[in-house]
């Protein structure tokens, strides 16, 4: 039985530029991501709160379906924006980010549905001090990129635009 064992694809002494600004341009894309994902639901919320007027009541029991509509919202909306042909959510594309496996395959859904659930996972059981990993390797991942095998990077023209300003530091 033999296993192949990937060298890392992306090696942040000889390629600083797909790592410089990632960790800053991250919290703004989840914030847009968590735009994304919340403005749908509310206005879900807001259609079933006008649906119990008109039904005098009866329709306010829809309510119970927003929560597990939502979950299966942002884990459809993670494997499929992840799992695409960018590797990147709506908020990554916007901030020029996109997601790889540690040996540099673009994700694929499952990979993204379960990074996001492993990102809600880390944070409510660890609390938000798990982010702070990414403060202390040199690929900036987090707790979940890490257990995932997964690196989060500028993207081709990003890193391109940035390779003479990060190679003329060295």
Same mark, same amino acid.
């Given at each position: ?6 060298? !890392? +694809?992306?090696?942040p002494v000889l390629n600083p530029?797909l790592f ?9 894309a989840?914030?847009?991501d968590f735009?994304v994902?919340?403005i749908?639901v +509310?206005l879900?919320a807001m259609?079933?709160f006008?649906?119990?007027i008109?039904t005098l009541?009866?329709?306010w029991?829809?309510?119970?379906l927003?929560?597990? +509509? *939502? ?5 459809? @909306?993670?494997?499929?924006s992840?799992g695409?042909? &960018?590797s990147?959510?709506?908020?990554? #594309?916007v901030?020029?980010?996109e997601m #790889?496996?540690? @040996?540099?395959a673009? +994700? @694929?859904?499952?990979?993204g549905a379960? !990074?996001?659930?492993a990102?809600?996972f *880390?944070v *409510?059981a660890?609390?938000p001090?798990?982010l702070?990993?990414?403060f202390?390797n040199? #690929?900036k991942r987090l707790l979940h990129d ?5 690196v989060?990077?500028n993207?081709?023209q #990003?890193a ?8 003329g530091? &060295?």
């Amino acid at each position: 039985m033999s296993m192949d064992i990937k060298p !890392h +694809a992306f090696d942040p002494v000889l390629n600083p530029e797909l790592f410089e600004g990632v960790l800053a341009r991250r919290v703004v894309a989840f914030l847009i991501d968590f735009l994304v994902i919340a403005i749908p639901v +509310a206005l879900a919320a807001m259609f079933i709160f006008a649906f119990g007027i008109v039904t005098l009541g009866f329709g306010w029991a829809l309510y119970w379906l927003l929560p597990p +509509a *939502s979950v299966i919202w942002a884990i459809a @909306y993670f494997g499929a924006s992840l799992g695409g042909p &960018r590797s990147a959510t709506i908020g990554m #594309r916007v901030m020029e980010l996109e997601m #790889r496996t540690w @040996y540099g395959a673009p +994700a @694929y859904f499952v990979l993204g549905a379960v !990074h996001a659930v492993a990102f809600w996972f *880390s944070v *409510s059981a660890f609390t938000p001090f798990v982010l702070l990993v990414a403060f202390f390797n040199q #690929r900036k991942r987090l707790l979940h990129d890490i257990v995932l095998g997964t690196v989060i990077i500028n993207n081709p023209q #990003r890193a391109a635009q940035l390779r003479p300003f990060v190679a003329g530091a &060295r």
